[in-house]
């Protein structure tokens, strides 16, 4: 089973409207961190948004917000007042377990991401 | 920017060929780990360092090995590349201090195996 599963390959939007990019995530751990991952066209990897299995609130960083509903198990990120700039893939990621033990703890898993197409 | 550069940034090699790419990280963080990236699989995990000389298999490791003698530097090398190497390799790099501990990656190498 996938750990992380986006169901939108492609998502289409207006300019300056909101968005939700959907996520949903498999793990038996109770502790883990969800992520949020923009990759543009020129390729590069650009880190948007953090939530930890622990936080009581939803994740927010300026127009980007993680909608959190743990016992569903997704993570949704919410783009508001989009831009065409935000045209992109969008990957959700997971990290499993805490601690320092070897390492594995910081291994990150992917989804296989959904592209954004922010229309004028 | 996280000071992660990857070279070479493109590479076109032929099948059966030893192909080395190396990662090289200015923020001395402890963790670092090699990913390919193919249409229709996001990014997958190839194998992964927690310091130096110490690393470990990541989701698709067949076929590749890395080595870390300097916590700046990792290499991913393949030993005989094949076709199906060919994809974007991109490393990251990450530190334990911090809430997140997000992962900082890298440009990318994009490599062609004919």
């Known amino acids: 089973a996938q750990k992380i599963t986006q169901t939108q390959p492609g998502m289409f939007v207006q300019e300056k409207e909101a968005v939700t990019l959907d996520c949903t995530y498999d793990?038996?751990?109770?502790?883990?961190?969800l992520f949020w991952y923009k990759q543009p066209s020129s390729g590069e990897m650009i880190f948007l948004i953090y939530?930890?299995?622990?936080?009581?609130q939803n994740a927010t960083e300026g127009r980007y917000s993680l909608n959190f509903q743990k016992a569903r198990k997704s993570a949704n990120l919410v783009i508001s007042a989009s831009q065409l700039g935000d045209s992109a893939m969008y990957f959700c990621a997971m990290r499993e377990g805490e601690g320092e033990s070897g390492g594995s703890n910081y291994k990150l898993t992917f989804g296989k991401g959904t592209l954004l197409t922010v229309n004028p | 920017d996280a000071g992660i550069t990857q070279s070479p940034r493109h590479k076109v090699t032929e099948t059966g060929t030893p192909v080395t790419l190396r990662c090289h990280q200015t923020?001395?963080?402890?963790?670092m780990y090699w990913y390919r990236q193919d249409p229709g699989h996001g990014l997958r995990l190839i194998h992964y360092?927690?310091?130096?000389?110490?690393?470990d298999k990541g989701e698709v490791s067949d076929g590749y090995s890395v080595s870390r003698s300097k916590t700046e530097d990792f290499l991913l090398t393949l030993e005989s590349a094949t076709s199906s190497q060919t994809s974007v390799y991109f490393c990251?790099?990450?530190?334990?201090?911090?809430?997140?501990?997000?992962?900082?990656f890298g440009p990318g190498t994009r490599l062609t195996v004919l």
């Open positions: 360092s927690y310091g130096v000389k110490d690393t």
């Open positions: 939530q930890g299995s622990y936080d009581e």
């Open positions: 923020e001395n963080h402890r963790y």
């Open positions: 793990t038996s751990d109770q502790s883990y961190g």
């Open positions: 990251a790099i990450s530190e334990i201090a911090g809430r997140s501990n997000e992962q900082f």
